[in-house]
């Protein structure tokens, strides 16, 4: 089955509305500039409630691979997602602050990054995907790929082109589980899920009635529609 993952949760009512819709993951961002950032002492008090197989996913941007691991040790956070803003592998090779947070198991590990990255048939792309796939170098567990920017990291509402980025992600999706966000709303995740046959989707905006605010109808909307793809398949 897809993984599904329901990204900005602010309050234990749209969390408990994703649960229930079938999410298997929450998303909770912990980036100053989001309009969605939620502080930990809420977040914390939200995971308390929910159930134990739905994953807490930690939102950050490199601001602090200490502060991120602390955070997620206080709030119950079960995965790291870090957005990365210098191309890989540099900042892999040269960034402690992100090697801290490879090892800060038993978390797991999703690095998100902008599509447009791997975009383009020149030798940087190419050289960039067969790192992101290849073991056991790699000191993720997924890849998330966005429409992020460095002014936005997430959260854009915009889709980026998956008939473009199709082949690369295919190639990726070889090696490591491949996640796809970014403007993705109930109405177009299942041609998103039928060109690039992604592991799992992520939502924020699409199935909000405004910034940090879920409409439960469209997550559950949502939901549906990634399930009703899979039969189709």
């Not at 993984?3 to 100053?32: H, M, P, Q, R, S």
């Not at 890989?88 to 447009?116: I, N, T, W």
């Not at 030798?123 to 073991?135: E, H, M, Q």
Request: charged share 25%; with cysteine; net charge neutral.
């Amino acid at each position: 089955m897809t993984w599904i993952k329901i990204c900005g949760i602010t309050n234990l009512e749209d969390a408990l509305t994703a649960v229930g819709a079938g999410a298997d993951a929450l998303g909770f961002i912990f980036y100053e500039k989001s309009k969605r950032k939620i502080d930990p002492e809420t977040a914390r008090r939200i995971v308390t409630e929910l159930p134990p197989k739905v994953e807490k996913v930690g939102v950050f941007v490199l601001q602090g691979s200490q502060s991120a691991s602390q955070i997620a040790e206080l709030v119950g956070l079960t995965s790291l997602q870090i957005h990365v803003q210098v191309p890989l592998p540099v900042q892999l090779s040269q960034d402690r602050e992100l090697g801290a947070v490879a090892s800060a198991r038993p978390h797991k590990f999703y690095l998100a990054m902008p599509a447009a990255w791997f975009l383009g048939d020149g030798p940087a792309a190419a050289n960039l995907s067969s790192f992101v796939g290849r073991k056991p170098e790699r000191p993720f567990d997924r890849i998330l790929l966005d429409s992020g920017t460095p002014e936005q990291p997430g959260g854009t509402g915009k889709a980026f082109d998956w008939e473009k980025a199709a082949a690369r992600f295919k190639e990726m999706s070889a090696g490591i589980d491949v996640i796809v966000a970014g403007g993705l709303d109930q109405a177009n995740v299942s041609e998103a899920i039928r060109v690039l046959k992604p592991w799992g989707v992520d939502v924020a905006s699409g199935v909000e009635a405004s910034p940090g605010k879920k409409d439960p109808e469209k997550v559950r909307a949502f939901v549906r529609a990634v399930r009703e793809t899979e039969k189709d398949k």
